[in-house]
């Protein structure tokens, strides 16, 4: 039921934001030198792993590390960079990643393929056979501040309550927090 909540999800959402997709990717492509998008490999189900599309808010020459793991990300931000991050329009590619099945709209987020610190707790604990999400748990109650064994106990409580129910209560709270941009340093 998940799988097919997730690829009618994802059609509906694509398609009414197919305009401001198409905007931000021209936007994108105006105003920095370099794709569109950004592929970052990322762990999925089962530790494998795949690419996952962004809208590129970064220069083409910024290491591949966490964004809070660099000494001075605002310099490596595009012109129109902080804003996609700001308000989450830099994740809106990822439909694609949901639509192939690589990803659902809820679950852990995808961890980088050299955070491998996380990789090992979240694998430790079982958290490995769920499929990453758009957004979740742990993203909803701290992003990238959270320190990684809160954010995987976070992810655990996610195992332990996954449903439908709780899916839905997730999605409506990531809206909220998007809308306020709470969470969001760069």
């Known amino acids: 039921m998940k799988r097919t909540f997730d690829v009618l999800l994802a059609i509906c959402v694509g398609l009414i934001l197919l ?3 198409m905007m931000v990717a021209l936007c994108v492509r105006l105003t920095s030198v370099g794709p569109i998008f950004y592929w970052s490999e990322r762990v999925g189900k089962h530790n494998r792993l795949f690419r996952m599309p962004k809208f590129r808010s970064m220069r083409t ?3 591949a590390v966490a964004t809070h793991l660099l000494a001075e990300p605002d310099q490596y931000l595009t012109p129109i960079g902080s804003f996609l991050r700001r308000s989450s ?3 809106l590619p990822q439909i694609w990643s949901i639509l192939r099945g690589e990803m659902s709209f809820v679950g ?3 961890a980088l393929f050299n955070q491998e610190d996380l990789i090992a707790l979240r694998t430790q ?3 490995h056979v769920l499929t990453p999400g758009l957004t979740g748990w742990a993203q909803i109650n701290g992003r990238d501040e959270l320190p990684i064994p809160e ?3 976070l992810d655990r409580e996610y195992l332990q309550r996954r449903s439908m129910w709780f899916d839905l209560q997730i ?3 990531t809206v909220v927090k998007v809308l306020r ?3 969001v340093s760069h």
Do not use: A, M, Q, S
Request: net charge negative; no cysteine.
């Open 19 to 21: 305009v401001p997709i």
């Open 181 to 183: 941009r709470d969470g």
């Open 61 to 63: 020459d910024t290491p």
């Open 125 to 127: 604990y079982g958290l």
């Open 108 to 110: 852990p987020r995808p």
């Open 89 to 91: 329009l830099d994740e």
């Open 151 to 153: 954010k995987v106990e």
């Open 171 to 173: 999605l409506w709270l």
